[in-house]
């Protein structure tokens, strides 16, 4: 079974360290260019490079001698010195650094095209142009510089990207109706953004013993004394933080349920009992208390209903992509391709 990983929206497509070994063809040939999805779909293997190193120029050896220029063969996608490297060394390499992730880009853009034509609708520019601008618009104030930089961390190059947009502009018309935003959802994301939070630090230990036994130590401790407790003994990924937490709304579902109980409890300045976690035990200290914003939900509405209806969109269009690979009959025939899927 093919192991599908989507990474066809913003925010959930980088693929970064499966692109690590591309690095072999940026210090080889300069720039590793697009990749033909139709190729992939076809052969479920083979990646295609562009805008790869030219015809080898003159060069003179080291007695001043000038070396014999070679005319790139013509089935050949990279020159070394001259010399070229073939598909048979290259398609392995690349179907075992990203293939898994390119062919399941192409599935599923055929089965969106697929699904497209079977409902008689088709896709227009401006679908396509709004989704490039979520893009642009999920990543705030960034520069075009960033922006290209961010593209090209998750190997984002002019192919691939315009399949992106293309890609995320058919799920969003063909579970266009799905996303309800209803009255309790807004008024939850009212509370969570503009309502009451809590300022906390957390240390987390692997048993419920050594939890019990940090308490021990650091109740009645200051700020100063928890927060060096966490840096010197956590397990939580804020050690090094001093277990510092973002401002928690005690309203915020991704918080467990315990967790906000003990918080909403908890005195400032005071260490909490144990609380258990999905990963671990931990022990927090309350640092204080941050009152509402003031903004009413009436102000608010719009703009929460619009990031509400957004996110349930990407939740949809996830679904549906799922759905659709889960039907198709996919066969992996290749076996560096095979390897990469099963990963």
């Given at each position: ?5 989507l ?27 697009a ?7 076809a ?6 490079l ?60 055929a ?25 642009s ?15 090209r ?13 293309r ?22 994301a ?60 005690l ?10 109980a ?20 931990a ?7 941050m ?11 719009p703009?929460?209903?619009?990031r ?36």
């Amino acid at each position: 079974m093919f192991g599908w990983r989507l990474g066809v929206l913003p925010g959930r497509m980088g693929h970064t360290e499966r692109y690590a070994r591309q690095r072999f063809a940026d210090r080889v040939a300069g720039r590793l260019g697009a990749m033909n999805k139709e190729r992939i779909l076809a052969l479920l293997s083979v990646v295609v490079l562009s805008g790869c190193a030219g015809t080898a120029s003159d060069r003179s050896g080291p007695t001043g001698d000038t070396t014999t220029r070679m005319e790139r063969p013509a089935s050949a996608p990279l020159l070394v010195n001259g010399r070229p490297i073939g598909w048979d060394v290259l398609t392995p390499l690349l179907s075992e650094a990203a293939g898994a992730a390119v062919a399941e880009e192409a599935a599923l853009d055929a089965l969106l095209a697929r699904e497209l034509q079977r409902r008689g609708v088709e896709l227009t520019a401006e679908q396509i142009d709004a989704e490039r601008d979520r893009f642009s618009m999920s990543l705030g104030s960034a520069s075009p510089a960033l922006l290209e930089q961010l593209r090209r961390r998750r190997g984002l190059g002019p192919v691939r990207f315009d399949a992106l947009l293309r890609r995320n502009a058919a799920l969003r018309l063909l579970t266009a109706g799905r996303a309800e935003v209803t009255e309790e959802d807004v008024r939850l994301a009212h509370a969570v953004t503009h309502g009451p939070r809590v300022v906390a630090r957390v240390v987390t230990r692997a048993t419920r013993a050594e939890a019990a036994q940090e308490r021990e130590l650091v109740a009645g401790a200051s700020r100063e004394s928890f927060a060096e407790a966490a840096r010197a003994r956590s397990i939580d990924p804020t050690a090094a933080a001093g277990g510092w937490l973002d401002p928690i709304s005690l309203a915020d579902p991704a918080y467990p349920g315990a967790v906000r109980a003990v918080l909403s409890e908890l005195q400032v300045g005071a260490v909490s009992e144990v609380v258990a976690l999905d990963e671990g035990y931990a022990v927090f200290y309350l640092e204080r208390r941050m009152p509402a914003d003031g903004v009413s939900l009436e102000d608010a509405r719009p703009r929460l209903t619009a990031r509400l209806r957004e996110r349930k969109e990407r939740v949809e269009m996830e679904r549906f992509a799922r759905e659709l690979l889960s039907r198709a009959d996919i066969s992996v025939l290749d076996p560096s391709l095979g390897w990469a899927a099963d990963r």
